[in-house]
């Protein structure tokens, strides 16, 4: 599966973004996505996923209360609304793709995923 990631861009603290990554293939619904995030000189982050049917999230502490995840598998898509942003949400974005084999939302390692999209900026100016 293909996964492009779209969405990212400059907005000031306390504003919101909402990202979207959008997969080709016909099994989309059968992956669990996650979200994760890359800041300059930091290591790659889970921030957020979400099992095959929707019905199961996990978020970071970092991001709870102010982040949500949602998909639509009717349009191969997962999304990604962030609210309250605030500097430290500066990042690239990854959106990931896995078998999901239990139904779980929760696998925080970047190695648990199959699939990768390009990854899309997202900058919090204070």
């Known amino acids: 599966v293909q996964l492009q990631a779209s969405g990212g861009g400059l907005v000031q603290a306390g504003g919101s973004l909402r990202l979207s990554c959008a997969a080709s293939?016909?099994?989309?619904?059968?992956?669990?996505m996650g979200w994760f995030r890359q800041a300059p000189g930091k290591e790659r982050e889970f921030v957020t996923g979400?099992?095959?049917?929707?019905?199961?999230?996990y978020y970071a502490n970092s991001v709870k209360g102010r982040f949500a995840i949602s998909r639509d598998n009717a349009k191969n898509t997962v999304y990604l609304q962030m609210n309250s942003l605030k500097p430290e949400d500066t990042a690239v974005y990854y959106c990931?793709?896995?078998?999901?084999?239990?139904?779980?939302?929760?696998?925080?390692?970047?190695?648990?995923?199959?699939?990768w999209g390009h990854g899309t900026l997202v900058t919090v100016s204070s």
């Open positions: 990931a793709a896995r078998t999901d084999y239990g139904g779980s939302a929760y696998y925080p390692f970047p190695t648990e995923y199959d699939y």
């Open positions: 293939g016909r099994t989309f619904s059968s992956y669990a």
């Open positions: 979400i099992n095959w049917s929707g019905t199961s999230t």
